[in-house]
């Protein structure tokens, strides 16, 4: 570059000393542009610009883009200033300036000026998510970018795009959560699970999808809610205030009969929502549940193994209410209150026997 020239944005991305002193990876461009840059303080917005693009540029991982590299940087400017810019192809336009017109281009606000440009020629990114891991015993609450409000179950994982809310309101479940989503025009907010897709628009409900429990339940508090299989080719259903919907990946039918059942979406009618959705509450309740059932609630709402050795105990069946500062124990002593049953701690865990 010669010295008198007046330098834009776009002129300092291009220039291969530049960017050697950008990188610090030739000592004569260091000198060199730290004089001009002294000689020339009416250049120094687009110049920090441009050295700001360039570290973003370097530090990213950098995607082939295969172009007409002259005439697609033309066409790139003529977006960003409205008229055309006739540049000379020069010995060092490799597919680094490729990239770097893309940066550039992100970089003020343009991102819709890349699509027109390429054609519509697709460059993969990779999306960035958000993951919240709750431990067992434990439970957690988020407020997302759109108000959407989700309480989060113990032994759950959920996930989020970190561009959440922007033309994408789709998250992902493992375990149990309970959704109050906000409303939102044109968008539908999507729930995964690893055998259903659940959309809304705006409602509350509650998911339990724990990969040990063989099924994912979707219960609708508030609201409409469209539950869509992912292993079967069955039409969406749509569930509405005091319904489930049931998908089982395993059940207690004849063998003949679980590949039927299992694609199959069914449908409860008139739950107690209340007590499904109590846990977020810090409550534990049990509502006509077998033994067998309720060990499991215990399980991830304490953080223990419980182990029941007799089968006619595991379909015992029992209603009950408990604070979350009480005790398993304090839970197990209130049981045998009715139940003819034993418990000892071991390393194993809780083992429940008859007595």
Do not use: C
């Not at 959560?177 to 699970?193: E, L, S």
């Not at 705006?202 to 063989?214: C, H, I, L, M, R």
């Not at 409550?283 to 006509?288: I, N």
């Amino acid at each position: 570059m010669k010295k008198t020239e007046t330098k834009k944005f776009e002129d300092f991305i291009l220039d291969e000393s530049f960017r050697e002193y950008v990188e610090h990876s030739n000592e004569k461009s260091v000198v060199w542009w730290t004089k001009w840059i002294i000689d020339h303080g009416d250049s120094v917005v687009d110049v920090q610009k441009a050295t700001d693009v360039l570290h973003t540029l370097l530090n990213t991982q950098k995607t082939k883009v295969s172009i007409n590299r002259n005439e697609e940087l033309n066409l790139l400017l003529d977006k960003i200033y409205g008229k055309k810019k006739i540049l000379p192809l020069p010995h060092l336009f490799t597919t680094f300036f490729a990239r770097a017109a893309a940066v550039i281009l992100f970089s003020i606000g343009l991102a819709w000026a890349w699509n027109a440009v390429f054609n519509n020629k697709q460059v993969n990114e990779q999306i960035v998510y958000n993951e919240i891991i709750v431990p067992v015993g434990e439970k957690s609450q988020i407020i997302l970018s759109d108000s959407t409000h989700v309480w989060i179950n113990s032994g759950s994982h959920f996930r989020y795009p970190a561009n959440f809310g922007n033309k994408n309101r789709d998250v992902s479940l493992e375990g149990e959560a309970y959704f109050d989503v906000r409303k939102r025009k044109g968008t539908r907010f999507t729930v995964n699970t690893h055998d259903v897709r659940i959309q809304v628009l705006g409602t509350a409900f509650n998911v339990k999808s724990y990969p040990e429990d063989k099924k994912t339940q979707t219960t609708v508090v508030r609201g409409i809610v469209r539950v869509e299989s992912k292993i079967s080719k069955d039409a969406p259903i749509i569930i509405h205030p005091d319904q489930m919907a049931t998908i089982h990946e395993e059940s207690r039918v004849s063998t003949q009969d679980i590949a039927a059942f299992n694609k199959k979406l069914i449908v409860t009618n008139k739950v107690n929502t209340a007590v499904i959705t109590s846990w977020k509450d810090q409550l534990l309740v049990f509502a006509d549940e077998t033994f067998e059932d309720i060990a499991v609630k215990m399980e991830r709402w304490y953080n223990v193994k419980i182990l029941i050795f007799d089968n006619e105990l595991k379909q015992e069946r029992y209603n009950g209410k408990f604070v979350h500062n009480e005790t398993i124990y304090e839970v197990l002593e209130a049981i045998k209150i009715t139940t003819p049953m034993d418990y000892s701690v071991t390393e194993q865990g809780i083992i429940i026997t008859r007595r």
